[in-house]
């Protein structure tokens, strides 16, 4: 026969278990919390990635270069640029958006993903599934030729197009890309048919184009210095108002046409970055799109400021998914990229 304890000593003895139960389960939450603490703290104790999804040599690519040089020194880490172009820029986000999110893995997430994603080339919702750490800055997109080419003005442009439809030929940076979908766009309103040739980035499609093996180049300025050298002549650019290094050359919106493109970069990591990495990350760029370093970069390449905080890009992402549901219906996208 078994000794029964007293009521008031098992009630001590439950007290006293539960108490050492709870205080257990603090020194190992602690334990858990404590390296990543110390993670944040120390983070970066290795260099960075940075994937671009660009070719090297473009107005993007120079552009995320000379950010990640200046966060570089206020992060006091190396930030490794690395190309993956392709897929209009969809093949370096895939990438970006499957690494780990322990912040050694950063990149630049062109804004087309808000409608690539609903095209179907790009698997994931961008409005929940990518952390944003900073809108940088917008391209200036136009139209150029040779300085030989029969075109003189977007006016002899359109009605070659008209006379002849199909014939025209234009270089862009990728189907779906901003400079495929904004000359289409301007088709559209002109009421006319360009045959497009679809190029991996903007420095292959510029070379062809040259080379006069295509009529015009839809491109961000990779064209400016060659229309600086009178070696190109640029007919029209698509932003709100005339750029003030080619101020001669008009927009498309002055010419008649309601179309304006700026498709502006942005910069981002994989779901699921940790908030206080995540802050250290948007601290660095913010500070990298204000330093006078990237300002001259920026304006050698035509690139306008146009800084937003992450959690304010992500808001414009959502607003600009909103906007390419509809340009998907009204250009015939999805029809585009099946005959394609």
Not at 268 to 285: H, T, V
Request: with cysteine; aromatic share 6%; glycine share 8%.
């Amino acid at each position: 026969m078994t000794d029964r304890l007293p009521a008031s000593l098992m009630r001590r003895r439950l007290l006293l278990g539960s108490a050492a139960a709870t205080a257990a389960a603090a020194t190992g939450t602690a334990s858990l919390l404590a390296p990543r603490i110390a993670r944040a703290a120390e983070y970066p104790d290795r260099p960075i990635t940075f994937i671009c999804p660009w070719p090297v040599g473009g107005t993007a690519d120079q552009s995320m270069r000379a950010l990640c040089q200046v966060a570089s020194g206020i992060l006091k880490q190396s930030i490794v640029v690395e190309n993956r172009a392709g897929a209009s820029g969809m093949i370096g986000t895939k990438a970006l958006a499957r690494a780990t999110p322990d912040g050694y893995t950063i990149g630049q997430i062109p804004i087309s993903v808000a409608r690539f994603s609903q095209l179907g080339m790009l698997q994931l919702d961008p409005r929940k599934e990518l952390t944003y750490l900073a809108r940088t800055s917008g391209q200036t997109f136009g139209i150029a030729v040779p300085d030989g080419s029969r075109f003189k003005t977007l006016a002899d442009v359109v009605a070659e197009a008209k006379a002849h439809p199909g014939r025209v030929t234009y270089a862009h940076a990728g189907i779906g890309g901003a400079t495929h979908v904004g000359m289409e766009q301007f088709a559209l309103a002109a009421g006319v048919k360009f045959n497009a040739i679809a190029y991996k980035g903007g420095s292959a499609a510029l070379q062809d184009v040259l080379a006069n093996q295509v009529d015009l180049l839809a491109d961000s300025s990779s064209w400016a210095p060659h229309v600086e050298a009178g070696k190109m002549r640029l007919l029209a650019t698509w932003g709100e108002q005339r750029t003030p290094r080619f101020s001669n050359a008009p927009t498309l919106k002055e010419l008649g046409y309601n179309v304006v493109v700026e498709a502006p970069n942005g910069i981002g990591a994989p779901k699921g970055l940790p908030a206080d990495i995540e802050k250290k990350l948007r601290d660095a760029f913010r500070a990298a799109v204000a330093s006078p370093e990237f300002k001259t970069v920026a304006a050698r390449i035509d690139a306008p400021i146009m800084y937003l905080d992450g959690p304010d890009y992500r808001k414009y992402v959502s607003e600009v998914y909103e906007q390419e549901t509809q340009l998907i219906q009204r250009l015939k996208l999805k029809e585009m990229l099946a005959q394609s």
